[in-house]
C-alpha cells in the first residue's frame, strides 16, 4: 500500500510540472501524512544531511572543471588531436566524434555537457563535408554517453553516494564498459559510414599529427592524472575533482590563455546553478530514501520480485526493463536518486555485488537520456544540429540498439565488469 502511495504521489504531482526535487519532498510529506508520523524536523533534518556529504562536494567541482575545459578551448584541440589521426578515413569525422568523446568524458562526466560541446563543433563540420546530418546528430547524442560510464562521471558520485558503494571502485569498473561502448558505437559507424557519400578530409603529415598531438597534450593528460591518482590512493574521488577544476584553470588561464579573468565570474556562476540542481535532489531525495525505510517499501519490492530472486539475470533482466521505463521519462539523477534507495536491498539480497549492479544501473540511465520523451541529450543534439526531435531519432536508432544490446552483454557477462575491475583496484 505505501508503495503504491508513494509512486502515485510522485508520478501525479511530476505530472502538474513541478521540478523533480520538489516532487520528491511533496511525495514524501503525503507519505508521512499517510503513515502518521509528519514531523516538521524529521523533515528539516533529513534535507540537511541529504546535502551535508562530503563525497558530494565532487559534484560542484567536476561541473567547474567541465565548465573551464569548454571556455579554455580544449574542445576545439580535442577535436583536431581526433582528425589528425583519423580524418582521412571514410567515415572519419564519425571517429573523430567518438575518440573526442571518450577524451572528453575523462574531462567532465557529463553526457549533456560533452553532447553540447562537441555537438556545435562537429554537426556542422559533419553536415559541410556531405553527411547525413540526422545521423551525424544521432551519433553525437549517443557518444555523449560514454562521459557518465568513463571516470570521472558525475552519474557514479551520485550512486555511489546514495547507494553507499565506493565511488573509487565505481570509477575504475566503468572503464572497461565506457571503452566497450566506444567499440561498439565505433563498430556501429563503420556499417553505416559505407553507405555516405562524403568528403574525406586530406591526410595530415607526421609532423601535423605532433603539432596536434603537442597542441592537445594538457587536455589528454587530464584523465591520466584522475585515474592515475584514484589508482595509486593518491586522492580520493572528492579530491580529483578539486584538482581537476585547478588543473582546468590553470591551463586555461596560463596555458592556453583562452579564460579572461572577467569571464570567470560567468563560469563560476554557470557551474554553481548546475550543481545546485543536484544538491537539492540530493537533500530531497535524503527525505525519501529515509521513508522509503521507514515504510519498508524495499521489503514490499522484494516481495513483488520474489519469482525472479533466485536467479540473478533474471532479476536484473526485470530491473532492466523498470529502469529502461522510467529512465524514458526522467533525467538521469533524479531516477538514481529515487530508484537506488529501493532496488539496492533487493540486489543486497540476491547477492549481486553492488559495484558491478551500480555500473548497469548508470548505463540504463544513461540510455534514457537517448529515448523520448525527455531525452535530454537528443534534446541537446537536436539542438546543436538545428533538427527537430523527429529527425534526430531518425539518426539516432542504431546507435541507441546497440547501447541496449552492450546492455544485455554486460547484464549476461558480469566477468567484463568485475575482473578488469580486479586489474585495476
Avoid at 562530503?54 to 578551448?73: Q, T
Avoid at 580520493?236 to 569571464?263: D, N, Q, S
Avoid at 530531497?284 to 515504510?295: D, F, K, N, P, R
Wanted: hydrophobic letters at 60%; a positive charge.
Amino acid at each position: 500500500m505505501t508503495l503504491a502511495i508513494f509512486v502515485l504521489s510522485l508520478l501525479a504531482v511530476m505530472a502538474l510540472g513541478i521540478p523533480v526535487a520538489f516532487a520528491l519532498l511533496i511525495s514524501a510529506i503525503v507519505l508521512m501524512f499517510t503513515m502518521g508520523n509528519f514531523n516538521t524536523q524529521i523533515l528539516a533534518g533529513n534535507l540537511i544531511d541529504g546535502a551535508d556529504n562530503f563525497p558530494l562536494m565532487a559534484i560542484p567541482f567536476f561541473m567547474l572543471a567541465g565548465e573551464l575545459m569548454n571556455a579554455g578551448g580544449i574542445t576545439r584541440r580535442i577535436v583536431n588531436f581526433a582528425m589528425a589521426f583519423v580524418g582521412h578515413i571514410r567515415g572519419g569525422l564519425g571517429f573523430v566524434a567518438i575518440i573526442a568523446s571518450v577524451i572528453f568524458a575523462g574531462i567532465s562526466g557529463s553526457a549533456v555537457a560533452d553532447t553540447a560541446a562537441l555537438g556545435a563543433v562537429l554537426i556542422p563540420m559533419m553536415a559541410a563535408a556531405g553527411y547525413n546530418k540526422n545521423r551525424s546528430a544521432g551519433l553525437i547524442a549517443g557518444s555523449g554517453i560514454i562521459a557518465p560510464i568513463l571516470p570521472p562521471s558525475i552519474p557514479m558520485i551520485v550512486f555511489g553516494v546514495t547507494a553507499g558503494v565506493s565511488i573509487s571502485k565505481l570509477f575504475l569498473a566503468g572503464i572497461v564498459p565506457g571503452l566497450l561502448l566506444a567499440l561498439a558505437l565505433s563498430i556501429t559507424w563503420t556499417w553505416i559510414a559505407r553507405k555516405e557519400k562524403v568528403k574525406v578530409q586530406p591526410k595530415t603529415t607526421a609532423k601535423e599529427k605532433w603539432q596536434a598531438t603537442r597542441d592537445a597534450l594538457w587536455a589528454l593528460i587530464m584523465p591520466v592524472i584522475i585515474i592515475g591518482g584514484l589508482r595509486g590512493g593518491v586522492f580520493t574521488p572528492t579530491e580529483a575533482a578539486a584538482v581537476a577544476a585547478v588543473y582546468a584553470l590553470f591551463v586555461g588561464l596560463f596555458v592556453y590563455r583562452e579564460i579572461k579573468l572577467k569571464t570567470l565570474y560567468r563560469l563560476l556562476i554557470a557551474a554553481a546553478k548546475t550543481s545546485s540542481v543536484v544538491m537539492l535532489l540530493a537533500a530531497a531525495a535524503m527525505v525519501s530514501s529515509w521513508l522509503i525505510t521507514v515504510a519498508n517499501i524495499p521489503a514490499q519490492l522484494e516481495d513483488m520480485l520474489q519469482p525472479f530472486m533466485h536467479n540473478q539475470f533474471l532479476l536484473l533482466m526485470v530491473i532492466n526493463v523498470i529502469v529502461l521505463i522510467v529512465g524514458s521519462a526522467m533525467d538521469v539523477n533524479p531516477t538514481i536518486f529515487i530508484l537506488t534507495p529501493v532496488l539496492m536491498p533487493v540486489i543486497t539480497a540476491a547477492g549481486i555485488d553492488p559495484v558491478y549492479f551500480g555500473i548497469l544501473f548508470v548505463l540504463n540511465n544513461c540510455i534514457g537520456l537517448l529515448t523520448p520523451p525527455v531525452g535530454t541529450v537528443l534534446n541537446v543534439a537536436a539542438g546543436a544540429g538545428k533538427i527537430s526531435m523527429d529527425d534526430i531519432m531518425k539518426g539516432v536508432w542504431p546507435f541507441l540498439i546497440v547501447e541496449i544490446i552492450l546492455l544485455l552483454v554486460l547484464t549476461a557477462f558480469p566477468g567484463l565488469v568485475l575482473v578488469p575491475l580486479g586489474w585495476f583496484h
